[in-house]
């Protein structure tokens, strides 16, 4: 039972990080102790990141300070409330959560339980934590889950990554006046129910064998026509940025990860990864300044914004995000997000975005696919 459930829980007593247990609406599989995952206190992740693959080596425990732990006591206890208050009301409270607004299909009480959460993780772990890594032998040839913004076969040519939110972007060669406007050329996958490409373990979801992407009145492609529906994080008509090509992205030092990618399905595989990091792109094309500070966050999508996520820009500067192009030593297939995609070994799968288009800097927090249907937007593992 999880403390937020336990109604005889003591909330004088310090939750610590190992006892806080699996955040709401998430899967409980067994994750590593929380402590292990901490980069010894000074360090740097940077520095210190097993980018290689390498056997997952134990990393000393380290014992955050006291003033980390009594903070993110107070913040469970808060958190807690919420959860203690609907179970002590009963029905009642069930009511009162099931009458609430919702948002993002998550009703307000519970989304903000979630949100509780989020601080706590941030607070504790400060996106210091590493993820473990494994030997290239293990790894397998992940499954394909997700087929949002994939359902069409894109003319890898046309591909650009747009970055929007850059400083001074008329400094780079690659700037546009307006990134909105790139016309992504892509064919539909099936045609008379066969698939155009077969690369993936799974099905390719032959539900949209007769798909074909409805235009404005301007003839322009229609966004965001999955299921989840438009992004409401959107840009302006003239939206000025970069626009980036492969070469741009290959041109940043080439990384291997072997990871475990987890799918909040219940399933996970572990992976062997390739590509630059994603830090390393941000560092080169550094965000524009609000209010003399960085924005907070990081908004992605796929080309129309079928599939659009938003990150904390601390979770992007994590030396093991990485922007892939290869998988399993070869290059990245389409339906495993060709030609870029991100793999966030501190994030679960659906923050793991396949065929990225754009990339933006913001400082409101962004639209995120999942949580738009109910999921919790941070996905911390
Ligand atoms: N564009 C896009 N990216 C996506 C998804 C999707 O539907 N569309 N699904 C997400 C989810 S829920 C998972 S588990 C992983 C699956 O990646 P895979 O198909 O390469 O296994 O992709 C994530 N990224
Ligand atoms: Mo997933």
């Not at 903000?112 to 210091?128: G, I, L, P, T």
């Not at 972007?169 to 546009?176: A, V």
Request: a negative charge; hydrophobic letters at 35%; glycine letters at 8%.
């Amino acid at each position: 039972m999880s403390e937020l459930e336990d109604p005889n829980a003591d909330p004088n007593e310090p939750v610590l990080p190992e006892a806080a247990g699996p955040r709401a609406g998430e899967d409980s599989e067994p994750e590593p102790s929380a402590f292990e995952a901490i980069a010894p206190a000074g360090t740097d992740p940077v520095d210190e990141a097993p980018v290689e693959p390498t056997q997952g080596e134990e990393r000393p425990a380290v014992d955050p300070d006291a003033a980390i732990r009594a903070r993110s006591a107070s913040m469970t206890r808060r958190s807690l409330m919420v959860g203690a208050a609907a179970a002590a009301a009963g029905y009642a409270g069930y009511r009162w959560i099931d009458r609430s607004p919702s948002v993002g299909r998550q009703e307000l009480p519970l989304r903000k339980a979630f949100q509780a959460d989020a601080k706590v993780a941030r607070a504790v772990f400060n996106e210091r934590g590493l993820a473990p890594t494994y030997h290239v032998k293990d790894s397998v040839d992940l499954r394909f889950n997700g087929p949002y913004g994939l359902r069409d076969e894109l003319d890898v040519s046309t591909w650009r990554l747009q970055m929007a939110g850059v400083a001074n972007p008329e400094r780079f060669p690659q700037f546009q006046k307006d990134i909105t406007t790139w016309n992504y050329v892509t064919t539909p996958r099936y045609i008379g129910g066969t698939p155009v490409e077969s690369d993936a373990k799974g099905p390719a979801t032959p539900r949209k064998a007769e798909w074909t992407r409805a235009k404005d009145s301007f003839g322009n492609p229609m966004r965001g026509q999955e299921e989840a529906g438009e992004s409401e994080t959107s840009f302006d008509d003239a939206t000025p940025g970069l626009s980036l090509t492969m070469d741009d992205i290959l041109k940043l030092p080439r990384h291997e990860l072997v990871t475990e990618f987890k799918c909040i399905e219940g399933w996970s595989e572990i992976v062997h990864w390739a590509g630059v990091r994603l830090v390393d792109l941000l560092d080169l094309y550094p965000p524009a300044k609000v209010n003399g500070r960085d924005p907070k966050f990081v908004y992605m999508e796929t080309p129309y914004g079928d599939y659009y996520c938003g990150y904390d820009l601390s979770a992007c500067r994590h030396p093991q995000s990485l922007l892939v192009t290869e998988m399993a030593g070869k290059p990245l297939t389409q339906l495993h997000g060709a030609p870029l995609r991100l793999h966030m070994p501190i994030k679960y799968g659906y923050k793991q975005i396949k065929r990225i288009g754009l990339i933006a800097y913001t400082d409101q927090r962004p639209d995120d696919y999942w949580t738009k249907l109910g999921y919790d937007w941070y996905a911390g593992l």
